[in-house]
């Protein structure tokens, strides 16, 4: 199963090296990895998906993790209510005669086309990654020429799913 972890660091370097490493040798797949500064001078916050088999083994890593020299908070936020964005650029190979019907094909996407070129149109496109992935396949047959993604990066929502009791009147 695949689980999403923000880890909440230090800005230092070696860092990343070393929480990537443990996850390594723990043998968990890093399916993607995204760091970037946060609101705090000094603090870089951490996304991994990581693909998980067993649940035991999640609670493991967040306890590894967070023992980590710089590490200030761990969370596995899978299932909470989150936002996830990833971001893709994509070259497609697109003559002249195609590009009206290949814009009108992509937009339910809202891609930009931040580049062109005689024939070539490069796409940026932002979303959740499943997104991503059907705009990839819906442009794949046209030609992809060169394909690039930052990986996925998520927030938990302010205001979080509550469970509400079931009344049933079969008793």
């Known amino acids: 199963m695949r689980r999403v972890i923000t880890v909440t660091v230090i800005n230092q370097s070696g860092v990343l090296n070393r929480i990537t490493g443990l996850l390594m040798k723990r ?12 609101e705090q001078p000094n603090f870089s916050k951490m996304t991994f998906v990581v693909h998980v088999e067993d649940e035991s083994k999640i609670e493991q890593l967040i ?53 062109t070129a005689k024939n070539v149109v490069t796409y940026q496109v932002i979303g959740h990654p499943e997104k991503i992935d059907a705009f990839i396949e819906l442009i794949r047959p046209y030609g992809i020429k060169e394909l690039t993604r930052t990986g996925a990066t998520a927030v938990v929502r302010e205001m979080q799913k509550t469970e509400v009791p079931q009344l049933s009147i079969l008793k």
């Open 63 to 115: 306890k590894q993790v967070s023992k980590q020299i710089d590490v200030l908070k761990v969370n596995d936020i899978t299932d909470k209510s989150i936002l996830v964005r990833e971001l893709a650029l994509v070259k497609v190979i697109s003559p002249a005669n195609l590009r009206a019907e290949m814009n009108a094909i992509v937009e339910p996407f809202r891609p930009q086309v931040v580049d």
């Open 27 to 38: 043998q968990f797949n890093i399916e993607s990895i995204t760091v970037g500064h946060t």
